[in-house]
């Protein structure tokens, strides 16, 4: 087995990445870091013995530590490896149990947090309608606490297996090991079983910590639709009866206890809570308190005054009352146009209230901000109120690679990401260059550019987020930039497009195509002259952008994010979607495919002699008509294909990259063995789907040779990395990335 050493606070494995080894703790301490609850894993402890296809949690170094590395994916390389060290059995079984303990711990840890949430929720919400009542002031209505609905679990550990294994482990575990160990199929059946328990169980702690993540602005939150608000308010309007509030303290006082003590609260909402009991006053500003509306209040934060906030205030007036006309109407489609250009102007500007002069982010602006809300009259009452919760959980639309509008021109602005490609498929860089040759700036305009990251997010908004904007909404000729009611024909959450339902839907393809966002690079990392010149596969998951509106389309809008090819891709989707986000995402896993082949390949992406997914399909294409192992009814259906894609070849391929996925990895026969061929050698299945068509004729061949291909460069690549290590190189995490690609 491998040895890795990791310093404290480097990650073991992070949520969501892909499943290609396990490591076991020799020294050390690692944190199992759910969301609300952490497991501590010590010496001969086993990171991913719960996971299956992806890790479902985070794995932090606690300390230095060393980890033993070994490949497996299930239950095969498993045996494999201890009927290779069978010592190694007892060890893994122990580990295993005791895991499982802990992980019933954490989960009965969670329930008691789950269950103490919803009997206090319940317990404090009648204790201030009861004060309510009693001081005779009408009681806040549709507060978040009372449409909490219990949790029903899906994942969930039964009495009986926590009682079980609390016995295990309390007095009979050696004996329970002595007999196992004798058994190598009772052995592995005994790890498997306490495996599928765990992945079960932390399943559910996820399930749990969801809930809470979903539920907890019912007692307090930024917000101010919650209990302990409403409590404030009810104090308020009590003191000024000039009666004693007493009771209402002691409300207040538990509800803050409350929060503390689940500890699913931020530090810093619990210290501004306090604040605002110590004070119990509501200061505003004499502006805040003449808005009359949201658009209003908007217009304010932007920092309009006088004649400038009238006419916006009037065009967006205006504009209410037609928005809804069809595009025949003249006045609607003027004001269209309009509200579609000073949209923008609006944006930019509050934009850079929020980032130059740190104007505090309201929910009203965040509805601004990520949804491209205005005002109620937009939406209607219902509607607005929908969207005013989900700006309470924004998180839920947040990920190391994916990004509202907002915190992507929010990570532009802050140096993190560069801009993307403009309309015209220009960077940054070739758009200054561009406005060099035409004049509008000099050498030094453009230099100062280059490093302005103002500069950059003001391109970004101009360029990539008002082209973005209109193509995912889907219908172009009655695009405007703000969300309105007609767009949402469905509940939000129901069309809300979350980091996890992006990253199921990414997962989905990439559990078939495992090399989809793999690409060859040479490493980053230091590796000596022996690797200098040795190319890598590295996997680079794309960046995806959530567009501010309710629209019915994805893109891949650039392969890379910049010339270099270790940048990762960019997919731009609708915020709000009703279309199956599954099949957008594979759709767009196509072109990304092509693209990425394209700039690999450079000008030869189409020249045969070069043989690559580009130049083979393309010549296939280009001759169907006399290739003569091909049927007439095939050349049909080619040239059928060739005229629903407009002869756009990158089209066709996408549709046979959706059959390929969808059907063939399952044994469907959608495509004709040419392009079968193509995709196995280009787009090869995972080992989990090739084991399924391996006696199936039409893959057997394919599969053979490619998976006596890919053990050759494994044994290659294992023998130079052996060299490697006795010359004195240390194993990277990008060389022992690329070694498990060939055992995917």
């Known amino acids: 087995m491998e040895v890795i050493h990791l310093k404290a606070g480097e990650k073991v494995a992070k949520r969501k990445d892909k499943v290609s080894?396990?490591?076991?703790?020799?020294?050390?301490?690692?944190?199992?870091?759910?969301?609300?609850?952490?497991?501590?894993?010590?010496?001969?402890?086993?990171?991913?013995?719960?996971?299956?296809?992806?890790?479902?949690?985070?794995?932090?170094a606690n300390s230095d530590v060393t980890l033993y590395v070994f490949p497996c994916e299930g239950v095969n390389d498993l045996k494999q490896f201890l009927t290779a060290e069978p010592k190694m059995r007892k060890i893994f079984l122990r580990s295993a149990l005791l895991q499982r303990h802990q992980m019933f711990c954490a989960?009965?840890?969670?329930?008691?947090?789950?269950?103490?949430?919803?009997?206090?929720?319940?317990?404090?919400?009648?204790?201030?309608?009861?004060?309510?009542?009693?001081?005779?002031?009408?009681?806040?209505?549709s507060l978040d606490v009372e449409s909490i609905v219990p949790l029903e679990m899906q994942h969930k550990a039964e009495n009986w297996e926590i009682n079980s294994s609390n016995s295990l482990i309390r007095g009979k575990l050696d004996a329970y090991l002595k007999l196992m160990e004798t058994d190598e199929d009772l052995c592995i059946g005994a790890i498997m079983e306490a495996s599928a328990q765990m992945h079960r169980i932390a399943r559910g702690i996820r399930e749990m910590s969801v809930f809470l993540r979903n539920n907890r602005d019912a007692l307090v939150s930024e917000i101010r639709n919650d209990l302990f608000h409403a409590s404030l308010e009810l104090q308020s309007a009590v003191k000024a009866q000039g009666a004693d509030d007493g009771e209402i303290k002691k409300l207040i006082e538990e509800q803050l206890l409350c929060a503390e003590h689940l500890g699913i609260y931020t530090e810093e909402l619990l210290e501004t809570c306090k604040k605002e009991y110590a004070s119990n006053t509501e200061k505003k500003s004499a502006k805040e308190q003449v808005c009359q509306t949201d658009l209003e209040y908007i217009l304010q934060y932007a920092g309009y005054e006088n004649e400038k906030f009238e006419t916006m205030r009037d065009l967006f007036v205006s504009y209410e009352k037609?928005?809804?006309?069809?595009?025949?109407?003249?006045?609607?489609?003027?004001?269209?146009?309009?509200?579609?250009?000073?949209?923008?102007?609006?944006?930019?500007?509050?934009?850079?209230q929020a980032m130059e002069h740190k104007k505090k982010i309201t929910p009203v602006m965040e509805m601004f901000f990520n949804f491209a809300y205005i005002d109620q009259g937009y939406l209607g009452?219902?509607?607005?109120?929908?969207?005013?919760?989900?700006?309470?959980?924004?998180?839920?639309?947040?990920?190391?690679?994916?990004?509202t509008i907002f915190s992507w021109l929010q990570a532009v602005y802050e140096g993190k990401k560069e801009p993307s490609k403009n309309e015209f498929d220009m960077d940054y860089t070739a758009y200054l260059t561009d406005g060099l040759r035409r004049g509008e700036w000099t050498k030094d305009e453009i230099e100062r550019m280059k490093i302005d990251q103002k500069a950059k997010t003001k391109y970004e908004l101009e360029n990539m987020f008002v082209s973005v904007n209109r193509v995912t909404y889907g219908n172009i000729t009655m695009f405007s930039p703000l969300l309105t009611e007609k767009d949402l024909f469905n509940s939000l959450d129901k069309m809300l497009v979350t980091a996890e339902r992006l990253e199921d839907a990414f997962n989905t393809v990439r559990k078939v195509d495992y090399s989809l966002f793999y690409r060859p690079m040479f490493p980053q990392q230091t590796t000596g002259d022996l690797l200098k010149n040795e190319m890598i596969m590295k996997e680079i998951l794309p960046d995806v952008i959530l567009m501010p509106n309710a629209g019915t389309r994805a893109m891949m809008w650039q392969e890379t994010a910049s010339v270099r090819n270790d940048t990762p891709a960019r997919f731009m989707v609708p915020i709000f979607t009703a279309v199956d986000l599954q099949e957008a995402i594979l759709e767009n896993c196509g072109r990304y495919r092509w693209e990425m082949c394209r700039k690999i390949q450079g000008v030869r992406w189409n020249d045969l002699r070069e043989h690559s997914l580009t130049s083979d399909y393309y010549d296939y294409l280009q001759f169907y008509r006399k290739n003569r192992e091909l049927s007439p009814e095939t050349k049909d259906q080619i040239k059928g294909a060739l005229s629903r894609a407009k002869n756009n070849f990158r089209e066709v391929f996408v549709k046979d990259y959706q059959n390929w996925i969808k059907y063939e990895a399952k044994g469907g026969f959608r495509l004709n063995r040419y392009v079968r061929q193509i995709m196995f050698t280009y787009c090869p299945f995972a080992k989990l789907y090739r084991a399924d068509l391996r006696g199936n004729p039409m893959f057997a061949d394919s599969i053979s040779k490619f998976e006596t291909n890919n053990a050759r460069s494994h044994k290659r690549l294992q023998g130079l990395y052996e060299k490697y290590k006795r010359e004195g190189g240390e194993m990277t995490p990008e060389l022992r990335e690329n070694l498990n690609f060939y055992q995917m």
């Open 21 to 60: 080894a396990w490591y076991i703790v020799q020294e050390g301490t690692v944190t199992l870091c759910h969301e609300f609850e952490e497991t501590t894993l010590g010496p001969n402890s086993i990171i991913g013995i719960l996971e299956q296809d992806w890790f479902i949690c985070d794995y932090e």
């Open 107 to 141: 989960y009965a840890d969670m329930y008691h947090k789950i269950r103490q949430f919803l009997t206090s929720a319940d317990h404090m919400y009648e204790e201030y309608i009861y004060l309510c009542a009693r001081n005779k002031v009408e009681a806040k209505s």
């Open 322 to 352: 037609v928005k809804d006309a069809d595009n025949k109407d003249e006045e609607a489609y003027r004001l269209r146009k309009q509200v579609g250009k000073v949209f923008y102007e609006l944006y930019w500007d509050c934009f850079m």
């Open 381 to 403: 009452e219902d509607k607005t109120s929908e969207l005013y919760q989900l700006s309470a959980h924004l998180d839920m639309c947040a990920s190391e690679h994916v990004f």
